[in-house]
């Protein structure tokens, strides 16, 4: 996808279509609202509109990805091992899908 094209797709859908296009991902409406993604029983995260993503990853990950700066504790659930990543525009893009793309990886191997 080129930039001009993704630019004029909203970020919710830039992110949807890549994320749910990765072979095995299911894409369901989130119990709280959103767009959820899933991988069999498991969910590999969920984003808010263009606004918001969450995504769950172990303790020690998670804590990796804070570290870094590539997202917050989560909005809700701070202690959890979740995270989440505002996005404050299409520049944003790139970072959620990656860390989408950071957990599929991780249950990909595990099957």
């Keep these: 996808m080129t930039e001009q094209t993704t630019r004029q797709m909203s970020i919710h859908d ?5 994320v749910g296009g990765w072979a ?3 894409v369901l409406v989130h119990s709280r609202g959103g767009t959820e993604f899933r991988m ?8 808010h509109g263009d606004r918001l993503a969450d995504l769950p990853f172990p303790k020690k990950i998670r804590n ?7 997202a917050l504790p989560h909005h809700v659930l701070p202690d959890s091992g979740w995270v989440s990543k505002p996005i404050s525009g299409h ?3 790139d970072d ?14 595990r099957v």
């Design 14 to 18: 830039t992110i949807r279509d890549t």
């Design 24 to 26: 095995g991902v299911e």
């Design 40 to 47: 069999g029983k498991v969910e590999i995260g969920h984003i």
């Design 64 to 70: 990796e990805i804070i570290e870094a700066g590539r």
């Design 91 to 93: 520049d944003d893009v």
């Design 96 to 109: 959620v899908i990656a860390l989408f793309r950071m957990n599929y990886e991780r249950y990909v191997k």
